[in-house]
DNA sequence: TCAATATCTCAAAAGAAATTGAAATGAAAG
DNA sequence: CTTTCATTTCAATTTCTTTTGAGATATTGA
């Protein structure tokens, strides 16, 4: 469950791409249900071969994951591998410095979660 | 101070790469003194014209910050960007969706900061 | 001033990733 | 079973990133 360095650099390799960021931006405001590659596509002006290279490294990197739906393929993102790189990319702030962890946290408290 | 997608691109290709992941990991459990060139250079076995390239690299993104010190050149992480990076990347979890938010708040809990 | 130390710059070469368009696959509806 | 629709695969091209090594620059101490 506790992300490797190794996972994290594929994580933010696939997040450091204009078209990717936006597709998981995109599928985390569209939560577990997801939307079908073609709605994606729609939503980013981005053609089809373009758009798939692009979906298979987000799941390669385990940032999405896929199930077909008929005649679409439904993309959802993993809520777990986004929390894991975040808890990964704060592990460290807690060593006797919280000056990354306290402002992390206020972002948290300001994001009025249930 | 909030991020907007462009910085968050930005820092997300600084910290997608190994050497530059591994600084500043360094940097940010070596708080707000940083360490000088010479020492992240040893630390992670990196030729001098290699460190100075991943260092300007993140230093452009946002990530780090130097100062002259003598003959050497000290570098601290820059604590503000990492944390908007991580209310960048949580920004979306709250439209309805506290599927990524909880976890997340786990992480920083089980982290015992101040 | 000279030598030593620490770091940076630059250009060439190598390596990795993205975009494109055409063709292939796979599932479903008629 | 054939057509249509949704998506993937592939190879060519282009673009971007990383590494390397040699040389330049800045700072200090003798």
Redesign the interface.
């Known amino acids: 469950m506790s992300m490797d ?1 190794t996972q ?2 594929a994580a ?2 696939a ?4 078209t990717r ?1 936006r597709i998981v ?1 995109l599928l ?2 569209a ?2 249900e997801g939307l079908a590659a073609g709605a994606i596509g729609d939503a980013l002006d981005a053609a089809s071969s373009r758009l798939s290279f692009h979906l298979n490294q987000l799941e390669q990197a385990g940032l999405v994951q896929s199930r077909r739906e008929g005649r679409s393929i439904r993309y959802s ?1 993993t ?2 591998t ?6 990964f ?20 408290a ?5």
């Open positions: 360095e994290a650099l933010l390799a997040l450091s791409q204009e960021l931006r985390v405001t939560g577990p993102a809520f777990d986004l929390s894991g790189l975040i808890a990319l704060m592990r460290d702030c807690c060593q006797g410095h919280p000056e990354v962890c306290a402002p992390a946290m206020a972002a948290l300001a994001c009025d979660c249930p």
